[in-house]
């Protein structure tokens, strides 16, 4: 109840909260473990994975659905991912999209920081620091702007969403993936649609996400245990996506609907 509270009252507020939360996990994180921020994909059709990346499948598994539009030529591409956290994704595409550049742009200074050392081998890859709602890149610079699970945290959704179509490139492509409370999903996708973007494709995705929490829910809560201080894990938990009074039950998405969509700059 507090989180609802907080996500449709005090915007400002939950997002100060969110930045606290994602610097605490780049300092938490010795480990090097916590490459990925999202809720995680069950795919139908497993995809094959090498080893170093199956203990990060089901986040992993997201970003190949959201990048794995045919419409997009990801080896000429161009591509921005705002809220690009600790960089899991990004590295990525980079690897099995093979665009021909990649910007990651992140609210937290830690991690951008975390990015640029830990993805400095890839060369199409860079982290910038910045604001999702005052994208600091110019008009028309990107084909391809990527946004995993991030923007329920901003406190002015629609302000991204105006900077997105202005930094895409004329039949760019707009890669989006995120959550509502089912009483906002309506209010959300009309906000979509305002964009000015012509949509190409939308589907709830929201029982293959919380498959992905509930194969991965022991992982997710070893990662807690391990690097996260006891008066603290309660409240990381939840930011993982696990029950707060039975840590063995199934995971919820707090009555939220999880959608994707591919939307073109037509």
């Known amino acids: 109840m507090l989180n609802k509270l907080l996500f449709h009252r005090f915007p400002n507020l939950k997002s100060w909260l969110t930045r606290i939360q994602y610097d605490l996990i780049t300092k938490f994180d010795r480990g090097n ?56 994704g990004a590295s990525f595409i980079v690897r099995h999209f093979k665009p021909r550049s990649y910007a990651g742009l992140d609210f937290s200074a830690r991690a951008v920081e975390y990015c640029r050392k830990q993805y400095q081998h890839l060369k199409e890859l860079s982290f910038h620091h910045g604001n999702a709602e005052e994208i600091p890149f110019a ?3 990107f084909d391809v702007v990527v946004n995993v699970e991030a923007s329920l945290y901003y406190p002015n959704p629609h302000r991204f969403f105006e900077h997105v179509r202005r930094v895409l490139k004329p039949n760019g492509y707009f890669l989006y993936t995120d959550l509502r409370y089912e009483e906002k999903v309506a209010v959300w996708r009309e906000q979509i649609k305002a964009i000015g973007l012509k949509l190409v494709y939308e ?7 919380l498959r992905a929490m509930d194969l991965d829910r022991e992982r997710r ?31 919820h998405l707090e009555k939220r609907r999880y959608w994707y969509f591919v939307l073109q700059k037509a």
């Open 33 to 88: 473990e916590v490459l990925f921020m999202n809720f995680g994909y069950a795919h139908p059709e497993p995809i094959p994975l090498s080893p170093e990346e199956e203990y990060h499948r089901y986040p992993l598994q997201m970003y190949h659905k959201v990048a794995d539009h045919h419409g997009v030529n990801w080896q000429n591409a161009e591509a921005l991912e705002v809220s690009s956290g600790r960089g899991g």
């Open 203 to 209: 589907e709830d995705i929201t029982d293959n996400v």
């Open 221 to 251: 809560k070893a990662l807690v245990d391990r690097y996260v201080p006891r008066f603290l894990r309660r409240q990381f938990y939840h930011f993982a996506g696990l029950a707060m009074d039975n840590i063995a039950s199934t995971p």
């Open 139 to 141: 008009d028309e610079s």
